[in-house]
């Protein structure tokens, strides 16, 4: 089993995005509009064998003490649970500083919090993908 972290376009990850975050949502809805065609938005794939297997995206969008965001985290249900989200947060913070914070959603709680993530406030709802919490890994 070969596993490699590499930079990407963003259209290399929709694909991903789609079958992991927009189930149920039309094609398309994986895409996001004036943060993966800019030039400071880091996009990371996750590949095994050559294959896509996981992604993240994070953009300069300060908050507080942190510079970057997370957005379209995914990896698929077959390889969930052996760390390769963690590593890609971690390849990603060991080659940018600043902190990161998300939208995480509740259903990944447990995850983002193994990974240093501390929760902020009260849930919130982002429709139509359901409850989140603000989270942030400094």
Not at 57 to 76: C, H, N, V, Y
């Amino acid at each position: 089993m070969s596993l490699e972290i590499i930079q990407a376009e963003a259209a290399a990850l929709y694909e991903i995005r789609h079958r992991n975050l927009r189930v149920g949502q039309p094609v398309g809805t994986e895409r996001m509009p004036g943060i993966d065609e800019h030039p400071d938005t880091i996009h990371l794939l996750l590949t095994q064998n050559g294959e896509g297997i996981g992604c993240a995206t994070f953009m300069p969008e300060p908050s507080q003490d942190s510079k970057w965001r997370l957005r379209g985290m995914a990896i698929d249900e077959a390889h969930r649970r052996q760390g390769h989200g963690e590593r890609l947060i971690d390849y990603f913070l060991n080659t940018e500083s600043g902190g990161v914070w998300c939208n995480a959603r509740t259903s990944a709680l447990k995850f983002y919090q193994h990974c240093g993530f501390v929760a902020e406030g009260e849930e919130f709802d982002i429709y139509p993908i359901g409850p989140h919490f603000i989270m942030r890994r400094k």
